[in-house]
């Protein structure tokens, strides 16, 4: 009986270790992106970082809308729109002076995540590099730290 109790709780604590949010500090140009307690912070899902939407396209220059109906975000910085679909594992560029339009592959998709204090409702956590890969940023990692910095490709 001990060893079933034993071998209990090592399952419950891998499970635990293995569900745990590895926290990522974010820094979009000479700006930390700071997430309240309680609220959703950037993270890493499926070896990829993801971060609150608003947060992370406005301090990219973007106005952003969220589009509940259709689960759809909006990004726009100047001529450019970015469009992301909850759940999908894709979104599309459009440059409205050009009328080009390209989708880009995620290697994850755009997700709801609940906050821990329930007055933040739920965010939606989009991918940090495809984001800003598609607004001409680069994305510098370090893995050590677990540090993502944006900044301008200029």
Do not use: H
């Amino acid at each position: 009986m001990k060893k079933i109790i034993a071998l209990t709780l090592v399952l419950v604590s891998l499970l635990a270790m293995a569900s745990a949010i590895v926290p990522v500090k974010v820094i979009i140009g000479n700006k930390t992106i700071v997430t309240p307690t309680g609220d959703v912070p950037a993270q890493i899902i499926n070896s990829r970082t993801l971060v609150p939407m608003r947060a992370c396209f406005e301090s990219l220059d973007c106005t952003v809308e969220y589009v509940p109906t259709s689960k759809t975000v909006v990004a726009t910085k100047g001529p450019q729109v970015i469009v992301m679909k909850i759940g999908s594992n894709s979104m599309t560029i459009s440059n409205m002076d050009t009328g080009e339009n390209k989708t880009v592959k995620l290697d994850v998709a755009a997700c709801m995540i609940p906050a821990a204090d329930k007055k933040y409702g739920a965010r939606t956590m989009v991918p940090l590099r495809a984001i800003s890969e598609s607004l001409d940023m680069k994305v510098d990692w370090d893995g050590k730290a677990y540090v993502a910095k944006v900044t301008s490709k200029k």
